[in-house]
């Protein structure tokens, strides 16, 4: 019953890749900025990359550039995040967000204004 449902996660070893997806279940994602945060061990949550409202702006952080990559298929109501070169320190919960409108690098750097996740998808990166 998430509004987002996030899928893809996994274990794999470093260097790795990941696929994960967020479909949105009820609502358009059309008019929204798309973030993609992760909730690593120990450590508090932080956005990982994000997306404008037709894919022309990007943002990542910088421990995840020339890696991950973030799409989105309006058609399909759908976000994408493609992770390459996967490093332990990417082990973490994914979970995604919207929000009307947001700048990217305002979104992943702090957080969408709705405050709603939903279940996340488990990224395990480890030998």
């Known amino acids: 019953q998430s509004q987002f449902v996030e899928s893809g996660g996994g274990k794999v070893q470093p260097g790795g890749s990941l696929r994960l997806s967020c479909a949105a279940s009820g609502f358009s994602l059309d008019l929204s900025t798309i973030g993609w945060f992760r909730q690593a061990p120990g450590k508090e949550r932080e956005g990982v990359a994000c997306?404008?409202?037709?894919?022309?702006?990007?943002f990542y952080i910088d421990s995840v550039k020339g890696r991950f990559t973030i799409s989105r298929d309006n058609a399909k109501n759908t976000a994408y995040l493609e992770m390459n070169s996967l490093k332990p320190e990417d082990t973490g919960v994914y979970y995604c967000a919207v929000d009307r409108g947001r700048l990217v690098q305002s979104m992943c750097e702090r957080g969408p204004r709705t405050n709603y996740w939903g279940q996340g998808t488990q990224v395990t990166v480890s030998s």
């Open positions: 997306i404008s409202v037709w894919g022309k702006n990007t």
